[in-house]
Structures are given as structure tokens and as C-alpha cells.
């Protein structure tokens, strides 16, 4: 009777280690469920892989993209600069009231409805039509890479009103070719009288003076460039330019 009690005994003590083994074994499979341990399942490491080769086709894609957004900008930077329209080669220019400049001032060129988008090389908002003549004080000049004179000027009454205004070099590249050259180097020879006289030995020494200014509208795209008005218009070409005293 002792006999078959033990071996009774050593049978259920045997069962429940069988069970506690089956517990711990499943516990294990769930930790490496949980915690995706590498290697703990083959299925997994592939996951783990596909996910990387994931995030590389992505990288990849987004380099791509980038490129391409490189190439089209740099393909189609004459078309976002309008050269043609700042030195009136465009076919437009003949349609602009060049003899008749509207008196404004740079607060209200600044008020009107605003265009910063891109523009094609041509003219397409009726401001661009029209001569422009304002008073404003000088708080920038520098010369471009183009050779433009880039002038910011401000509004006499508020000088947080802020307009660009830009001499184009009549003998620079294509605007040798505009049929209004003779315009652009009469202004352009303003200008440098107005250096000559002001006695400045650099562009900026020009801060501060004030100036009347007569140009052809023109909208900008927005490219965060200093002095930009609220409507993105300019006046480039000028026409004219001279000090007036206070």
C-alpha cells in the first residue's frame, strides 16, 4: 500500500512539472511576442527586415523627390524670374502707359491685393500695365548679381510700409535686346548721378536720403527677400529717379 501511494505520489509531482514546463514555455513565446526579440522567431527577423528595407525605399523616394523638385525649379528659374518682364522685352511692354505715371504712395501700393505666387514671363495683372511715381526714404541699395540696383525704400508717414524698387543695367545680357534700353540707361545714369551727388563711396552710404521714384509695376514672387511690400509689387524697371529735399 506505501508502494502505490509513492508511485501515485511521483506521478502527480511528474504531471505538474510537465504543466509548469508547458506555462513557462508559453510565457517565453509571449515576452518574445511582446518584445519582438530578434531571433526568438524567424517569421519576426523577416518583419524586422522588411521594415528596414521599408524605411530605405523611403529615404530613397524622398531624395528622389527632392531632386526632382531641384531639377524642375533650376529648369524653369528664367520663367519664375521674369527677366523679360523687369526689362520690358516682354511682348506685353508695348501696352504700358509709359508717358502717364499714377502719383501714389508706397502705403498704398503695399494695401492693394496681394500676388506673391509664381508668374509666367508674361504680364497678367493690370498693375503691371501702369507707371508708378512715390516719395520714400532709402533704407536699403545693393547691386545684384543681375547688375540690378536693389533699392528698399519706406513710406515717409509709415516707415513700416516698405516698397522695392530696382534699376535694371541696360547693358547687361538680354536687356541689350530690349526695345526700351534707352529708357533703362537713363535711369540707370539718374541713379549714379544720385551717388555722385550724395558723395556715398558704398550703396548703403545712400540711407536715408529721399527720393522720388517712377517705375513700372511689377509682382515678385515671395522669396523672403528684405523690404518686400505686403502686395509683393515693386516698381522694376525704374524709369526715373531723383532727391527730393526736405
Known amino acids: 500500500m506505501l508502494d502505490v501511494g509513492l508511485g501515485s505520489q511521483r506521478r502527480r509531482n511528474s504531471a505538474r512539472q510537465e504543466q509548469d514546463g508547458d506555462a513557462t514555455s508559453a510565457a517565453e513565446a509571449s515576452y518574445a511576442h511582446l518584445h519582438r526579440i530578434p531571433g526568438s522567431d524567424g517569421a519576426l527577423t523577416g518583419a524586422t527586415m522588411n521594415r528596414k528595407g521599408t524605411r530605405k525605399f523611403r529615404v530613397k523616394s524622398v531624395a528622389r523627390f527632392a531632386f526632382l523638385v531641384a531639377f524642375v525649379t533650376f529648369a524653369a528659374g528664367c520663367a519664375l524670374n521674369r527677366s523679360d518682364v523687369k526689362s520690358l522685352r516682354d511682348l506685353g511692354a508695348s501696352r504700358i502707359r509709359l508717358d502717364s505715371a499714377i502719383e501714389t504712395s508706397i502705403a498704398a501700393l503695399n494695401a492693394i491685393p496681394a500676388h506673391c505666387g509664381p508668374g509666367r514671363d508674361h504680364r497678367v495683372r493690370e498693375e503691371e500695365f501702369h507707371v508708378y511715381q512715390v516719395i520714400g526714404r532709402i533704407a536699403r541699395a545693393k547691386r545684384e548679381r543681375d ?100
Request: aromatic share 4%; hydrophobic share 40%; proline share 4%.
Open 147 to 246: 547688375h540690378d540696383i536693389h533699392i528698399v525704400l519706406e513710406d515717409l508717414d509709415n516707415p513700416r510700409a516698405r516698397l522695392v524698387v530696382e534699376s535694371d543695367d541696360p547693358d547687361f545680357r538680354g536687356n541689350v535686346k530690349s526695345p526700351y534700353r534707352d529708357r533703362l540707361a537713363v535711369a540707370r545714369h539718374m541713379f549714379d548721378e544720385l551717388v555722385a551727388q550724395s558723395g556715398a563711396r558704398e550703396l548703403n552710404d545712400l540711407r536715408g536720403i529721399v527720393v522720388r521714384v517712377t517705375g513700372v509695376g511689377f509682382f515678385d514672387l515671395s522669396h523672403l527677400q528684405v523690404g518686400r511690400s505686403r502686395s509683393c509689387i515693386e516698381l522694376h524697371p525704374i524709369l526715373a529717379i531723383e532727391q527730393v529735399r526736405e
